[in-house]
């Protein structure tokens, strides 16, 4: 697991460029974070379930103190139910607009690795919280712009 | 039945939270408690306690996306969240009526298959 991968500001951290992603494993399909939106990764937090909520939203975490909605990343992008994770995790997180950001938690079975996904190499997607499918590596991941997680309707 | 501070309740297994100004009664019923507040009875399954003070957050637009209902706020008590009810427009699961969420069938944009 990444340990506590702090990255509170909006503008990528010195040594990382704006094509610096954390991939992550949500249900069978490996997702990339840009890292820039990523605030932490933490071991699962305990989260309480809202009455009437959509099946997207776990519910309710409790995070340095204050509230933060939690959503289930391979539910929002359609992924497969995987293997129970052993390790699962908590990503806390920027979304929607730079002006009108909010922190959410994404929760996903795993952390795998921070890769460099070149824009150039996105294709697909649905305009809008999935931005396309990139190579990396030896497979195809989900990149996935959490700007517009706030916007789109 | 007014105060300053708030009423925390259960329903749900969810934590709310109700305004002691808006509370107009309390009564047992229906297997637990039935609150009245400006927009009716509300109904709970426990009553936690009474807090005078919560840090209120606004309802932030990811979580109305997928919670849609009216809400005053959010707040953490003892290490747990909740929901600050608005007294005038209660989420559907205190009015006792069905929630018609978590169904996973919200429709969303098209996706990546």
Same mark, same amino acid.
């Given at each position: 697991m990444l340990k506590s991968a702090e990255a509170a500001n909006p503008a990528p951290p010195t040594g990382l460029s704006a094509g610096s992603h954390l991939l992550v494993q949500a249900g069978e399909y490996v997702c990339a974070l840009p890292l820039r939106s990523v605030r932490r990764v933490l071991r699962a937090l305990p989260v309480h379930p809202l009455p009437g909520a959509t099946a997207e939203l776990?519910?309710?975490?409790?995070?340095?103190?204050?509230?933060?909605?939690?959503?289930?990343?391979?539910?929002?992008?359609?992924?497969?139910?995987? @293997?129970?994770?052993?390790?699962?995790?908590?990503?806390?997180?920027?979304?929607?607009?730079?002006?009108?950001?909010?922190?959410?938690?994404?929760? @996903?079975?795993?952390?795998l690795?921070?890769?460099?996904?070149?824009?150039?190499?996105?294709?697909?997607?649905?305009?809008?919280?999935?931005?396309?499918? @990139?190579?990396?590596?030896?497979?195809?991941?989900?990149?996935?712009?959490?700007? @517009?997680?706030?916007?789109?309707? | 039945m007014t105060g300053k501070g708030y009423l925390l309740v259960r329903r749900g297994g969810a934590l709310w939270g109700v305004d002691n100004a808006a509370v107009q009664s309390l009564k047992r019923g229906d297997g637990g408690f039935l609150l009245g507040v400006t927009a009716g009875e509300l109904r709970i399954d426990k009553i936690v306690g009474v807090v005078t003070e919560l840090a209120v957050r606004p309802v932030t637009a990811a979580l109305t996306r997928f919670w849609p209902e009216a809400a005053g706020g959010l707040a953490v008590y003892a290490a747990e969240p909740l929901v600050v009810v608005d007294p005038r427009r209660p989420p559907r699961a205190l009015r006792g009526l069905q929630s018609g969420g978590g169904d996973g069938k919200r429709r969303r944009r098209s996706r990546t298959a």
């Open positions: 776990k519910g309710l975490a409790e995070f340095a103190g204050e509230p933060l909605p939690i959503l289930d990343l391979a539910r929002l992008v359609g992924a497969p139910p995987g @293997a129970n994770p052993t390790y699962p995790v908590t990503i806390v997180a920027w979304a929607g607009p730079q002006d009108g950001r909010e922190m959410i938690g994404l929760a @996903a079975d795993a952390a690795e921070v890769a460099e996904v070149p824009l150039a190499s996105v294709v697909g997607g649905d305009g809008g919280f999935i931005l396309g499918e @990139a190579p990396v590596g030896n497979q195809v991941v989900r990149v996935l712009d959490l700007e @517009a997680l706030g916007r789109e309707r | -």
